[in-house]
Every structure is written in structure tokens, then in C-alpha cells.
């Protein structure tokens, strides 16, 4: 067992250990948001650190048929950011499409400690996750939470995480997307053991996601060691058959920009072709019939067009998988500039209550392009943004902001308006209008 850090060594020390900053203030919890925690363990190839499971149900579902899981990377920042992963209305509304959960894990990692010891899951992270769907299955009413099939998403530390994952329980995960971190998959001195492949992995949908700076067209620094890393697990994955692609995003390094808007939809169409029809029937497989490939460039991995699977003639590890037409031209458009083109508006917003000068109202994200704000209208003319003017420093401007690691900001926004112009005694009419994050607006 390593451990780097002298806080480590205090988790090491006791079973027992109060919740520390950051991770001591997380956002508090009511149906349909539940919560679990578990301390660190001093035993033998268990978790060494704290950890708490956010979970989000669809309210009224009454049987899940899967999990979304949305794991943060390594180190002290990019683990609180996890506190608001279960919050985020664009990954809620895809997993409320596929009458999924969404989860977001906290490790507790103290700042420098080392990241290995929860990013790989045979460090403990797996057995606490698996026992987390039993107790969170419970407190919430959805036993069958236990037994679902998973879609795991992982930024850095989270993509080995998700892609280990993936190698130890192929049965049991739908598709995983890796941003900016794979599993390694042969002998690095310095480096975790390497995982196996097995017949069943290589029938999991994976998409190894990372920035251009991270080793591709910037070759030094902090990052440079990402795109070697996972053009070794492309490579070997894909030559012997997997289902494995990789998306160059071409305006970013180590944080996670615009992909979300590729993420999302690939999962979906991943979802939507492996989920089965009653819980406890296998996984499907993916249709062959609708892959699409584009031939992968080691110097420019942007410069190429996909084409039908059966019309390639690229060598397997050299070919970019693709699970159908849609989601080729959307890969295409990611890896060229990230504006990723959607003609579908967002759903309209609900439940629109007035009182006094105070609007409240509910509202789903667009699957494709999530959700950047609203307009208020006031007796049938344009009243307010909301917000003014919306935020992003990693992206696409979003209604709830956006961290480093794809999660939202804290506070967290809420969907509330306060009409200061408003004469008192006198009766308005308004109307709430949803927009996306391509400008497209919904009904009011």
C-alpha cells in the first residue's frame, strides 16, 4: 500500500477521521437526491480515503434500468468538484432519458496525496462503490440500483477509473467515456499494474477524449504524457477488435472544455442500444451494421472523415470507432472546432409559479446542447436574461457555470427571478422561455 502524503498517513492511522476541508461543507440532500458516506479504511486493499456517493433519481421512476456515473479526476480541486456532479442538469436530463440514476463520487483525497489509491479501483475504490449501490438503493426505494448495468464517465484520475472499470466489469458497463486518463495496459516502471483484456471488454463502447495540448500538438509540460498513454490503450484495444475511439479536442489541455456535447450524445446512442428491455437480462451488443470508422492520423489525429465500417480499409488500430452515422459527423465537427450543430430545441420549462414580484419555475436540460439560460417575458414583450450574461471560463457559456473538471459551480443557480419593476396591485402575464447552449429556444 503507497501513500505519499503525512495527511495520508493520519487516514492510515484510524479508522475514524471528522470531515475535513474542503470536503466538509457538501450541498445538502432531499428526495429525490440521496447520499451516502464511508470513512477511510486501515485494512489491507481497502479504500484509504473517505468517500461519499451523490445520487440523483428521476423523480416518479418507479424502476431504473441503469447508472450514470460521473467521476472526477485526481487531486484535492478536482475531488470537491465531485460535490456538484449529481446537480448537473445536462447529465440529469440524459440520465432521465433512459430511466437512469446519476451519480457523482467524492474521494476525500488530500492535496498531494496519491491519487492511485481510489483511481485505481483494486485500491478499494471498486468493492466501496459497489457497496454504495446496495445502500443507496435502499435509502432511496430502487434496490434494484444494486444490480443496473453502468455508463461511466472520468475526467484524468476518473478515466483510469472508469476505464478499469470497464476491464474488471465489462458485463456490467453500458460504455465509458475517458477524458484525459486511461488504464494502463502494459509494464511502466513508476506506473499501476497493468490491466488484462478480456473477450467481453472489447465489446464495451470506450472513447479515449483528451485536448490537443495534452501530448498531441503540444509536446512538453505537465500534460504531455496523456496522448502516449492513450494512444498505447487505442491502439492495443482497437487492434484486437474493440470498440474504441479517440476525440481530439482541438481548443483545450487537462480541462474538459466543449466535450460534453459529444460525451453526452455518444452515451446516449450507447445507451439506447445496449440497455435491455427488463433489468437482469445481459447487456446487448452494439449493431455492427450501423458503425462508422475514420482513419486515425498519429500526427494530426483531426484530419479525417469517417466513413461506414464496411467501407474501411484502415487497419484496426489505426481507425477510430464510431456507433453510428450521427454521432461521425458529430465527432467530425468536435475534433474541427468543438461547434458540434444541433437543430433540436430544448424542452419548454414547467411549473411556472408567481408570487408577488417573484417567478419560480422548473426546466429540463436539451440532451444535445444542455442548457445556457432562459428569457422572461412580461405581457407578451422581452423582460430579462437570465442569466445577464452567461459564464463559462472552460467553454460554452452555461446556466449553471462550469469547473475545471465538467461540473457545476457553487452555488448552485436556481431558477428563480425577482421582477423589480413590477407595480404593486397590478395583474402581468409571463412567459419563461428555455435556451440552449446553440442559442435555440424552446416554447414558453
Known sequence: MRCISFLCLLFLASPIVAQQPPYDKPLPVEAPYYRVRYE?????????YPVSYTLWIPPGLKTLRGLVVHQHGCGEGSCKSGMTGAFDLHWQA??????????????EQPEKADCQMWCDPRNGSDATFQKSLFDLGAQAGHPELA???WALWGHSGGGHWAGGMSLLHPDRVAAAWLRSGVPPLKEVEGKPRPYSISEVALHVPMMCNLGTQEGVTVRDGRFAGVWPGVKTFFEKMRGQGGLVGVAVDPLTSHECGNQRYLAIPWIDACLAARLPERNGEPLKDMPNELAWVAALNADDPTNTSPVPAAKSVDALGESVWLPNEAIAKAWQRYVKDTAIIDISPPPAPTKLRVTGNQLTWQADADVESGLAGFVIERDGKFLANIP????????????????????PSQPLVEMRF??????????????????????????P
Open 147 to 149: 444490480s443496473v448495468p
Open 388 to 407: 445577464e450574461k452567461g459564464k463559462n471560463s472552460f467553454g460554452r457559456p452555461v446556466f449553471q457555470n462550469l469547473q475545471y473538471s465538467d461540473t
Open 418 to 443: 425577482t421582477d423589480t419593476t413590477a407595480e404593486a396591485g397590478k395583474k402581468y402575464d409571463y412567459e419563461v422561455i428555455a435556451v440552449n447552449t446553440v442559442g435555440l429556444k424552446s416554447q
Open 40 to 48: 477511510a479504511s486501515t485494512q489491507p486493499a481497502e479504500l484509504i
Open 94 to 107: 440524459l440520465a432521465k432519458k433512459h430511466d437512469c440514476a446519476l451519480m457523482s463520487p467524492v474521494y
